[in-house]
Each structure stands twice: as C-alpha cells, then as structure tokens.
C-alpha cells in the first residue's frame, strides 16, 4: 500500500465510467449516510484499487467489486482510509479481472460548518433558525461526500437518489424522474448526468421558493432562493435566459442539459459555483433588491451570472485536464462574461471596467512572488492557491489581448471549433492554442507560451530620438528591483489621433523604429504639446509603459485637451502610479499627472483615481504625516468637480455609470474629511434611521453615509454606531449587510475600530463576511495589525 502514498495523482489501473449514488442526509443532528455503486473499468493488473476519500466513516462490511461478466463478487481483504493523502486503499486477495466491474461502498459522514464538501448552512424562517443542506466540490471535495476518483479528467456519469425530508425541496444537476412520499420523508430520484467531473456534481436540500423562465428552444431556467425572496431572482433570472440564448450562438453549441437551476446560499465560501446544472452563488452574486441593492450590486449580478453560464461550456463541457490548467477555466469564463455583460448592457461600458480587472491582475503579478499562469500542481492541497487573481484576472487579461491581435471573429471561430472537438473530454492549454493557431495562421502557441508558462510581465520604455522611436522591454517587479522576464509583446500604437494605428510583435528586448514611416507622422521639437504617442492603445495588452519626460508631457497634455480615449486615460494614470511605487517615476510627476484629471468625468477613470488616492494617504501617513492634510484637499479638489455635477440625489434617466460613481465620490470625499460631505450625510442618515424608505438615502450613496457617520464616532460620542449596528441587526439582505460591515472600521477611533474587529468574529458575522469588515482607517492599522497577531 506504500506505493500509492505521497502520489500527486492516482493510478490509472481502474477507470470510473459511472456512478450511482444514494444520500441521506439528517438535517437536525447534521449527518448523512450515503452508499455509492460506480461502474468501473480495470484496464491494468492489479489487486487494488484506489480512489479518493475524506472525512468519510467507510463501512468495511459494505465494500465489493464484482464483475460484470462472471458475476463474482469480491471482498476486499484490507480498507485503509489514508487521511493525509485523502485516498481509499482497496486490496484484495486476488488479481482483479480486466473489464467492467462494480464497486460498492457503503459510508457516513458529518454536514460540516466549513463550507467544502457536504455541509450545512443556516438560515431563519419565521424566526425560527433552520439548516439546509449543500454542497461544494470544487477543487477536491467530493471526496468529502462520497468516495470516487476526484480529479477532472476522471469524468463519468453521475445517477443520483436523495432519502429527504418530504417537505424539503431537493435539488441535484439533473431534473427529478421520480418522487416517492413515505410519511414523513421522500425518495427523489434524478435523471442521469451526461459525463462529467466530480467537482462539477451538486446537491442541494431546503426550503426555497423560485421564479421560473424558459430560453427560446426549451430550457427551463429557475433561480431558487429563501422563501420569502423570490422577487429579488428575477433580474438574475433575466439575465441567465439572455446569457444562455448569447453563449449558444457565440460558442456555436447548443446548452447541454434540460434545464439550469441557480440557487442562493445563505453560507457560501466563493462567489458562485458553475456546478453542471445546479449552480450555486453566495445571496449577494445573485439577488437584486430593487429598493435595496445598489447599481454595483446589479452589475455583480449580472457579471457573476455570465462567469458561471461560460462554465457550462468552458469547465463543464470542455473540462480542463489537471488543475495547471485551472486558468483554462477561469480565464476564459472571466473574459466571457465582460463579453456577456457588454451585449446585455451596452451602456456599462463594461470592456472600460475590465481594466479593474487587468489592473488587479497586474499588481498581484508584478511581485517577485507571482506564479506563472500555468503552475504545475503537486498535490491536491495547493490548489486552492491558484484560485487567484494569476488564473482569473490575468488569464482573462491575456485572453482579451490575443482575441485583439487575432482578430474577433477569427478568434470566436477558431473557440467554437476547440469547444466542438473536446466537448465531453478534456483539454490542456496547447489543445486551445492549437485551434487558435490553425484558424487564424499565427504562432499563437509561440507568443502565448512566453506569457502562460513564466510570471510576470513586461514594462516597455519609450523614447524619441532623432525621429527614431525606440523600444525597450524589462520585467515589471513593484518592488523596483530588475527582473529577467523576456515576452513576444503585441505592441499597439498610434500617433496624434486614432485614424492610424499600427500593431506588431515585438520579439527583441529592444528595437527602433522610424517614426514617419511607421506611423505617417512626425514628433515635432521638444516642448511642443501637438504631437503625443500612446502605446498599448486602449490597453489591450498586459503589460506597463514607460514614456521619456517629453512624451509624458505630450500625453498630460492631450489628456487636458479631451484628445485620448477614457481606457487610455486610465492606463497612462495606472502605469504611471505602479512606476512611482516602483521608484522609477517621481511622486512630484504622479501629483502632477493627476493634476490633469481634475476636469475628469468618466466612471472608470475617476474609480481609478480615486483608488490611487487611498493608497498614496496610506503610503503619506507612514513616511510624511505633515503632508497627509495638504495631500487630502489636493485630492478633494480632484473630486469636488465630478461631486458637484452630480450631486447627491440621481436624476431622470441618468446613467448606471453615474450612479457607480456618485456612491464611490461620495465615500472618498467623506473619507478624506470634507465637512460638507459630511454633514450632508450625517443629515441623509437620520432620514434614513427615522423611515427606511425615505428617497434621501437611496442604496447607491448608503456606503457614503455609513463611512460618513463612523468619521465621527469615537469612544465618547458612540451614537452613529450603534445606529448602523442596528440597521446590521434590522435587515436580512446580505447587500445591506456586506455594505454596513465593510463601513465599520473606517473609523479614526482605534478604540472603536478594535470592537469592530471583535464583533467581526461574533456569531452575528457569517464567516464568509468577516473579510468585509477588514477596511480598516489609517489611524486603526496598527491595531488591526496586533489583533490579527493574536486571534
């Protein structure tokens, strides 16, 4: 049995072609039994078998293999439970015959409270708290259910049966063919799955209510919810039937299951799960309160949703091979759902969001301690590292900056292709590139591997020299330090204007060009502000620029002067910020640049700079405090302009971008201290805590007035506190609640902010929730900082 210990995977002499699985789980004294029959194919000598399992009580008297030709049932002679190595050791007396067999085993275990697995999640009905039961197996924790072959490309089909309460709603990936009532209790049997991985099976049991919709060839669409709550599914709802009817004509394969159930979970690790079928989202990805939830809970909604219906093609019917190829996954369904969103909701202008995301991407991936995008995975315990913003946010970042240089359609026919070829199979990430390549004729698997297999990035330097533009490439590290990354960087550029814009590979770590006869233009003398160059035009590519003082100039300027693009406005302003973090620019020519922006409008830029400004405060309230008011009224004149135009009650009509930026101004002004916004607020929220309808304090400006009224609490004056702490109790929409826990420790007060950080780890928090509660004040830090040392 040595042999199988300490293995990054297991062997491959038996293969599960299906399972067929009964679960009864107890929902009061929060345990199940389960026994699982899985159809299994010896293709190698031996006399064992091995497969995963975890947290499980195996009934040894249970477990057979019989062959499915001579009918022979065999017991086995040793179980062996490896907890460490999370795998069920079958040995028997005799070598196995070759072919098809069943293995039957019979096991219990406990609805645990941490999220993974089988467990439980609470909620309250009529004042009465009550458990349903769910599940969670994405990356490794089927095993925690039922015992199978718990990696991804040992898929297979999957019949479910659930012994429930008979008046609890039992959900599973399939639709129910048959419902059995005895008394008290009920037998639900489901269609069987097509072939899938086991991360990707699900269970769910509880009271929910739902509302229902149907795509345009028949499949029905249910999002599920707490009783009580259904209104609030139907933006979700919406959205999913437009998603699936967009995703069937853009990956060029139709839905693959009879229906798709989405369901909110009270207690919920991730944001949202794409289980095959039964997709399950944390009450905040997936409920819209039209009266509560504000435009960035509507967006989170509608992202959330498409991320996880891309999955049902990209994971579920395309599944990657091994976890290295995790990024397969989440990339892909990140960029997709940006895709999604922009086709349902065109005035989002969501591809200008999703420079948050590359931005994100960016900063995790210019530390010396990044990872490559594609990471070897040695065993099953360091997945759960990779779920990070490398997979998602740069995974998609790249994705996007290949679809620009390959072309929209060609890049949507070549994906509709590889989906078509590895559809109920798995894929690697060469798979992809190779349709990428032969669809479009490029050397796609060249360019990509110097930006998937090595970590970081590249910073290209840009200089004019005697009508000679020159190029220069080094890795990007925060740090400062040098890195001694080499990339084949898709440049993009343009002169002037957007009329012309040029595009090549840069393959060299450095190269010169002449500039009237790449571009048809010509830098005029130094000094004079009428010609700019942009590279990375409109910031498709993943990766920094650094322009000499005179282009710099040139491009503060054209900003002034409405010349550039908002996705290029923003891009100047966050390469330049990372380039002073990193000590290649100065502080005096990032103050200066943001300077240029005081006349800003655009939601996705000022977001940007708003974000900036926390972070200098930060940085300014450690190295040189006697700067930190001078540098906080330079900043309220940044945002002064855009408050005042916007005011603090929306308009008729206006647009969800303003009603994006109203509540993130509004937060940063009250921050920053500005008495106005302040009082303002403070006004707003006594309306509100008088009569919870009132249409002074809307959902989008609610964050403002809470970060408003902690500025002034402190241990003597505690009132506004315990005001919003009764607002936390009042409401059951976890929107409401997220917004009011992540407002708490904004306080100056330390004293305040440690009972904050107290009541983070009460009962009244769900665990999922704490983290909210962690946007601590300047002045709170420290103590945060000794409060983490010891819990």
């Not at 202008?349 to 995301?357: A, P």
């Not at 913003?389 to 072309?407: T, W």
Request: proline share 3%.
């Amino acid at each position: 049995m040595e042999e199988f210990k300490g293995q990054p995977r297991l062997p491959k002499f038996a293969v599960p072609k299906r399972y067929d699985i009964r679960l009864t789980p107890d929902l009061t004294s929060c345990k199940f039994g389960g026994s699982v029959a899985i159809d299994v194919d010896v293709v190698g000598d031996t006399k064992f078998i091995v497969l995963n399992a975890a947290d499980l009580t195996i009934n040894n008297r249970s477990v057979s293999f019989t062959n499915k030709v001579s009918s022979k049932a065999l017991e086995p002679t040793k179980v062996e439970l490896v907890e460490a190595d999370e795998i069920l050791v079958l040995e028997f007396a005799e070598t196995l015959p070759t072919g098809m067999g069943v293995l039957a085993i019979g096991f219990e275990g406990v609805l645990n409270d941490k999220m993974k697995g089988f467990y439980r999640s609470s909620y309250e009905l009529n004042g009465e708290k009550k458990n349903m039961a769910v599940t969670q197996f994405e990356p490794a924790d089927a095993r925690r259910c039922f015992p199978c072959w718990d990696e991804p490309a040992c898929k297979a089909t999957f019949k479910i049966t659930l012994d429930v309460p008979s008046e609890l709603v039992a959900l599973s990936n399939m639709p129910v063919i048959d419902e059995k009532v005895d008394g008290n209790m009920k037998t639900v049997s489901y269609q069987e799955s097509p072939i899938m991985s086991t991360y990707l099976v699900a269970v769910v049991i509880g009271l929910f209510d739902y509302v229902e919709d149907h795509t345009s060839d028949g499949i029905k669409v249910r999002v599920y919810c707490q009783v009580g709550k259904a209104n609030q599914g139907k933006f979700a709802l919406n959205v999913a039937v437009k998603t699936l009817e967009l995703y069937k004509e853009y990956f060029a394969v139709p839905y693959s299951l009879p229906k798709l159930d989405m369901i909110a979970i009270p207690d919920f690790a991730a944001g949202a799960m794409e289980n095959y079928g039964l997709v399950t989202y944390r009450e905040t990805a997936l409920l819209y309160d039209d009266q509560h939830s504000a435009a960035a809970n509507k967006q989170r909604v509608a992202t959330v949703v498409a991320h996880e219906l891309a999955h049902q093609w990209f994971g579920n019917l395309v599944t990657m091979e091994w976890w290295t190829h995790l990024w397969l996954n989440e990339g892909f369904a990140t960029w997709v759902s940006y895709l999604a969103a922009d086709s349902l909701f065109p005035e989002w202008k969501i591809w200008t969001q999703f420079l948050d995301e590359c931005t994100e991407g960016l900063r995790l991936d210019g530390l010396a301690e990044s990872h490559p995008i594609e990471v070897e995975v040695n065993h099953t315990g360091e997945i759960d590292e990779i779920f990070d913003a490398i997979s998602y946010r740069k995974g998609a970042s790249v994705i996007r900056m290949l679809q620009n240089y390959l072309g929209a359609e060609c890049f949507q026919r070549s994906l509709a292709s590889y989906i078509k070829k590895y559809a109920c199979s798995n894929a690697k990430t060469e798979d992809l590139w190779a349709a990428l390549e032969e669809g479009s004729g490029e050397p796609v698997n060249k360019l990509m591997n110097s930006w998937t297999k090595q970590k970081g990035y590249p910073v290209i330097s840009v200089k004019v020299k005697e009508e000679k533009l020159e190029l220069e490439q080094s890795q990007f590290l925060s740090s400062g330090s040098p890195g001694d990354g080499q990339w084949i960087v898709p440049i993009t550029l343009c002169c002037g204007s957007y009329d012309v814009c040029k595009n090549f590979l840069l393959y060299n770590k450095s190269d010169s060009f002449d500039i009237k006869e790449l571009l048809g233009c010509s830098i005029s003398k130094e000094g004079d502000n009428g010609g700019w160059i942009k590279l990375n035009v409109n910031q498709t590519g993943f990766y920094r620029v650094k322009y000499d003082k005179d282009l710099a100039a040139r491009l503060g300027y054209a900003i002034e002067m409405k010349q550039l693009s908002e996705t290029d406005r923003f891009g100047i302003l966050d390469d330049h910020f990372a380039l002073c973090m990193a000590r290649q620019q100065t502080l005096t020519s990032l103050l200066t640049l943001m300077a240029s922006y005081s006349e800003e409008t655009e939601y996705t830029v000022l977001s940007n700079l708003i974000t900036i400004s926390y972070k200098i405060g930060r940085i300014a309230a450690d190295a040189r405090p006697e700067l930190l008011d001078y540098l906080k009224q330079f900043f309220i004149s940044l945002f002064q302009n855009s408050a005042e135009k916007l005011g603090w009650d929306s308009k008729p009509g206006e647009s969800h971008l303003d009603a994006l930026l109203r509540g993130e101004i509004f937060t940063a002004l009250a921050l920053l201290g500005h008495k106005e916004t302040l009082n303002e607020a403070s006004k707003r929220f006594h309306a509100f805590l008088a009569d919870r309808t009132t249409p002074l304090l809307p959902p989008d400006i609610r964050k403002a007035a809470y970060v408003a009224v902690m500025q002034k609490v402190s241990a003597s004056d505690r009132s506004g506190y315990e005001s919003l702490l009764r607002v936390y109790r009042e409401t059951d929409l976890s929107q409401e609640k997220t917004r009011i826990l992540s407002s708490l420790a904004s306080c100056p007060d330390v004293n305040i902010v440690l009972e904050v950080l107290n009541f983070l780890l009460s009962s009244e928090v769900r665990s999922q929730d704490a983290v909210y509660g962690l946007a601590v004040s300047i002045e709170g830090r420290e103590t945060a900082w000794k409060w983490l040392k010891v819990i």
